[in-house]
């Protein structure tokens, strides 16, 4: 079945650590997504790439990175920098003018 | 600045009832989609129906339909006969060409037996 595969399910990052979420999509997507979800507030886009080898900062970006080098990935790493990392992360993907699908995200949590 | 506001934070509704959930948009472009996305506890998002800004037809999907005014900039999601299933977060969200997705804060619709 084609879908869009996020790991892991729950992640804990200590204080200076960076971290990566790992995002796969086997839909043949050209368009991937990151979005966080806060509690009481609806997604906010980090980070969209809309083909390989390129990405664009969304509205929150400071904090996060991205590299989009396979059609298939779109990994995104919450690095030290981020102060408040604890959120519930989701992966989307889409193509042409078809609705985003969504992957069963990642909870980040601080130890 | 494209923004969707979602005036209701919470919603109850009890088991065969009908309810509307209400959203509005702000945005200066002419063609552009329109969603309605639902989050149950499990946290996934599932899409439960789309709109084209240029068809003058409301979509409907089953049990789930939209009003949507394209004048008034609103677009709301009506929910007939509604199951215990349904309760859930309900976004409404936004999308032009580029495929960026700007969302509602959310409806936190509850469905009593």
């Known amino acids: 079945d084609g879908g869009i595969t996020q790991s892991p399910k729950y992640l804990f990052r200590k204080e200076g650590q960076n971290v990566t979420l790992s995002c796969e999509q086997n839909?043949?997507?050209?368009?991937m997504y990151w979005y966080r979800q806060d509690p009481g507030q609806g997604l906010r886009l980090i980070y969209y790439?809309?083909?390989?080898?390129?990405?664009q900062k969304g509205d929150i970006a400071e904090g996060y990175s991205v590299s989009r080098e396979k059609k298939e990935s779109f990994p995104l790493t919450v690095t030290s920098a981020q102060k408040n990392p604890t959120a519930f992360y989701l992966c989307?993907?889409?193509?042409?003018?078809?609705?985003?699908?969504f992957g069963d995200g990642t909870r980040l949590s601080i130890l | 600045a494209q923004t969707v506001t979602q005036s209701q934070p919470e919603m109850s509704v009890q088991e065969a009832e009908t309810v509307t959930l209400s959203c509005t948009y702000d945005?200066?472009?002419?063609?552009?989609?329109l969603f309605w996305y639902k989050q149950p506890p499990s946290r996934q998002m599932i899409l439960v129906i789309r709109?084209?800004?240029?068809?003058?037809q409301n979509a409907t999907e089953n049990r789930f339909s939209v009003n949507f005014q394209k004048a008034a900039k609103s677009f709301s999601l009506k929910i007939s006969d509604s199951q215990l299933g349904d309760t859930a977060m309900y976004f409404c969200?936004?999308?032009?060409?580029?495929?960026?997705?700007?969302f509602g804060t959310g409806t936190r619709l509850l469905v009593s037996p």
């Open positions: 989307a993907s889409t193509t042409g003018d078809q609705p985003q699908h």
């Open positions: 839909l043949n997507h050209d368009a």
């Open positions: 790439s809309q083909i390989v080898n390129d990405f």
């Open positions: 945005t200066s472009e002419s063609n552009y989609y």
């Open positions: 709109q084209e800004a240029y068809k003058q």
């Open positions: 969200a936004f999308r032009t060409g580029f495929q960026k997705l700007v």
